[in-house]
Structures are given as structure tokens and as C-alpha cells.
């Protein structure tokens, strides 16, 4: 039975970053995938992913921020690839909403470069956004989007010029302590090590049953639509945005990698699922949510469906991530319950799981993070 330092089980976003972390630290690592590396059955197919630093969901996210952005650089440099594109981002929503007051606390505490902008000095700048006259909108420029399948690329490349083991399209069935390591059973076979990491995504609550209340998937729906005006959808005239509408909450990006300008709404039509039962066909209910959105607040959008896609979720009680070492045994760090939100952290959230694991403890300040606030 092969015996590693350490096994990963999820190549995906946090997965692949967290391989190669452990790699370069001059650990055998194995890296085990139940699909291909990339796929499009997770959390992190659909070209890419916005990055933005004026983060309204809680400030102490944003000294983990920081680190991810250095991390995208560096693995920038590494793979010889470009995966960190600034455009500039636009969080945007009534005066009051938390969407807007928590960006801009964010701005404040951590002295974030910043300008509040009313709806019609937006659409000034930015002439495709047409928010509702009581909407605001703080631009932060350094937002923008990770390249996210091309980046899973790039760890799994990386990790592998380290030495890690990757295999694909084999499936973990389950793992149990063994000793003070782990011994963890896949469907061609058994391996054993001194440690564990989870970082299954959307499987997560199958890999850990105390998750399963707490990692819950939600199908998503993504659409790209071609802009009627396509000069106020190019990279560089189109910021990444977040918005807080009465509709919902949108989220969208300029033209980049396929064509059409790309939107999603945050728990798009609140679809609990199971990852193995996910119904992938689209339907016109999916395209109706979205085009909502278009209508109202990007009409110089709404030509037609170039794509849609489904994706996956998983959300944790309180939509705050879950990082954390099991706490029964110190051998196995957890990586779950993203929430919608993870991906722009996956380079830091894999330093932070090579941290856990192999110190216990990491430097950043995982409180809001931790299992225990769900009494686990
Ligand atoms: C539509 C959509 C839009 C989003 N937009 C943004 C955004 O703009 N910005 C942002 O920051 N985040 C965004 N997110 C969230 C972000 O993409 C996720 O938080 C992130 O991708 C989660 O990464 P992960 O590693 O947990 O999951 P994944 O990347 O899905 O990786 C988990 C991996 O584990 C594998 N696995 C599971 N079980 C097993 C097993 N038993 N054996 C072997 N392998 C297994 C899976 O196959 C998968 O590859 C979005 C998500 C969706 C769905």
C-alpha cells in the first residue's frame, strides 16, 4: 500500500491549490480526483471567477485577500500564464443595504483605495450599468476575475513538477484513521498517510458525515448573453459587479474567453440538491431569473443566449467558509461549505490547508471559519 506525507481529496479549486502547497514543501503528496482535472461537474468550470477586495461579507476577509492576490501572481509566474485580471469591481445596492455598507467598512478599516458612486455618475463611466436611481455603487480598482479552470490547470502542473502523485477519474469510497495517520480507500485501491486533507467541494458532507448539515450544494445557473452594445461589455469599459437588487443578487463580468457578457444570480432559484442527483438540464425558468436582471439593469445586454451552464454551490449555515482542523483528529484539515464565494481564495485557502496541516495552526485568523461555531 503506497504510504504519502499527506492526501488531498478533491483536485478542484482548493484541492489543486492545496496539492501543490504541500508539493513544494518537499511532501509526497497524492492528489486524488473523482472526474478529469478540470471538469465540469463541480463548483469551478465557467471560464472564470470575480476577485474583489472591498468585501462586504465580513472584513476580516480581506488580509486573506491580499495574500490570494500574491499567491495568483505567483502562480502567475510559475505556469507562464495570465490568471489575474483587473477590471475593477463595482459592489452595488440601496445606501443601507449590507452590500454597500459592509463594502465600504471593508474600504475603511483596511484603507482600501475606493469611490461611492451614484447610480448616474456610474452609468457615466461605465455606460453599461443602469441602476435604479435609489442605488449606489462603491468601485474598488482592484477587482476583477481568476481564470478558474486554467488555474486548477496551473496547480496541478505545478504540483506535479514538485513531485505530487495526481490521479484522476478514481473515486474516494471512504477513509478512516489509521494509527496517527490516515488510510483512505478509492475505487482502484488503498493509500495511506500521515495526514488528510478534504477539499471535496459539493461531496463534502459524503467525505465527513458531521458536514453534511453544514456543506449543503445548491444548483446554480450561469448565462452569457450578446451585448446589443458590445463596446460597453470589452474588458476595460465593464467593471465585475456585485449587486444587491430587489430581484436578487447579481453578479456578472465583462466579454472575456467565450463570447457574451456573463451574469448569475446568488441562489438562483434556491434549489437544495444532492451533487450526485443535480439536474443539469437548463430551463426556461433558469433564463427568465437572469434575464430579469439583464432587463432591468443591463438592457444593453439582452440579445441572445450564446450559453447557459449549471453549477454548484455549497453553502454553509451562515454562508462563511468552513477551514478547519477535524476536531477529533488533528491528522485531518477540512476545506468546505464556500458558500458561492470561494474560488477567489483557493491560491490562500491551499497555503492555509498545507499550514493546518502540517504545523496545526496557520498565520491568518481563521475564527470566523472555524466548525466549532456550529457547535461541531
Ligand atoms: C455559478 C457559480 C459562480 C460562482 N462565482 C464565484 C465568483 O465569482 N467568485 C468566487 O470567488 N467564487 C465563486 N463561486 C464559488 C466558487 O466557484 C467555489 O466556492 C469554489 O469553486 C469551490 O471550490 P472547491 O474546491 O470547494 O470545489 P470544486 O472546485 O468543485 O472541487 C471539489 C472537487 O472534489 C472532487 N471530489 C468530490 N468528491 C470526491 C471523491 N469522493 N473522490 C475524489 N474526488 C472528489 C470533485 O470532483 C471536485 O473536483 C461560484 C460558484 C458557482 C457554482
Avoid at 102 to 114: I, M
Avoid at 209 to 217: F, I, K, S
Avoid at 303 to 326: M, Q, R, W, Y
Wanted: net charge negative; with cysteine.
Amino acid at each position: 500500500m503506497p504510504q504519502y506525507d499527506a492526501i488531498v481529496v478533491g483536485v478542484g479549486a482548493m484541492g489543486s491549490a492545496a496539492v501543490y502547497q504541500l508539493a513544494r514543501r518537499g511532501l509526497r503528496v497524492l492528489g486524488i480526483e473523482r472526474f478529469d482535472i478540470p471538469h465540469d461537474r463541480g463548483s469551478s468550470h465557467g471560464v472564470n471567477r470575480i476577485i474583489r477586495l472591498a468585501y462586504w461579507e465580513h472584513p476580516s476577509y480581506v488580509p486573506l485577500l491580499r495574500r490570494a492576490y500574491e499567491l495568483w501572481r505567483e502562480l502567475e509566474h510559475v505556469s507562464g500564464e495570465r490568471l489575474l485580471v483587473i477590471t475593477g469591481s463595482v459592489d452595488a445596492g440601496p445606501e443601507e443595504s449590507p452590500t454597500v455598507e459592509g463594502s465600504l467598512l471593508s474600504c475603511t478599516l483596511h484603507h482600501l483605495a475606493h469611490e461611492l458612486l451614484p447610480a448616474d455618475r456610474l452609468h457615466a463611466r461605465f455606460p453599461a450599468y443602469r441602476l435604479a436611481p435609489d442605488m449606489v455603487a462603491v468601485y474598488q480598482p482592484d477587482g476583477g476575475f481568476v481564470l478558474s479552470e486554467r488555474a486548477i490547470v496551473s496547480y496541478v502542473t505545478a504540483a506535479l513538477d514538485c513531485g505530487a502523485d495526481i490521479r484522476a477519474r478514481e473515486p474516494v469510497l471512504g477513509w478512516e484513521p489509521e494509527g496517527h495517520g490516515v488510510r483512505v480507500r478509492t475505487s482502484r485501491g488503498a493509500y495511506t498517510a500521515s495526514r488528510l486533507v478534504l477539499t471535496a467541494g459539493a461531496w463534502a458532507g459524503k467525505l465527513a458525515p458531521m458536514l453534511a448539515r453544514l456543506a449543503v450544494p445548491e444548483r446554480q445557473v450561469l448565462m452569457w448573453t450578446q451585448p446589443r452594445e458590445p463596446e460597453h461589455f470589452r474588458l476595460g469599459a465593464f467593471p465585475v459587479f456585485n449587486m444587491e437588487a430587489p430581484e436578487g443578487r447579481f453578479y456578472g463580468f465583462p466579454v472575456f474567453g467565450v463570447p457574451g457578457f456573463k451574469i448569475g444570480r446568488y441562489h438562483h432559484r434556491g434549489e437544495r440538491t444532492d451533487a450526485d442527483e443535480v439536474d443539469r438540464e437548463l430551463h426556461p425558468e433558469d433564463e427568465a431569473v437572469l434575464r430579469e436582471g439583464i432587463r432591468r439593469y443591463f438592457p444593453d445586454a439582452d440579445g441572445p443566449t450564446l450559453a447557459l451552464k449549471t453549477c454548484l454551490f455549497t453553502n454553509s449555515p451562515d454562508e462563511h467558509f468552513i477551514i478547519d482542523v477535524h476536531p477529533d483528529l488533528p491528522q485531518v484539515a477540512i476545506a468546505a461549505g464556500f458558500s458561492g464565494h470561494g474560488f477567489k481564495f483557493a491560491s490562500v485557502v491551499g497555503e492555509i490547508m498545507a499550514d493546518l496541516s502540517t504545523e496545526g495552526h496557520s498565520r491568518f485568523d481563521l475564527g470566523l471559519f472555524r466548525l466549532a461555531r456550529f457547535g461541531a
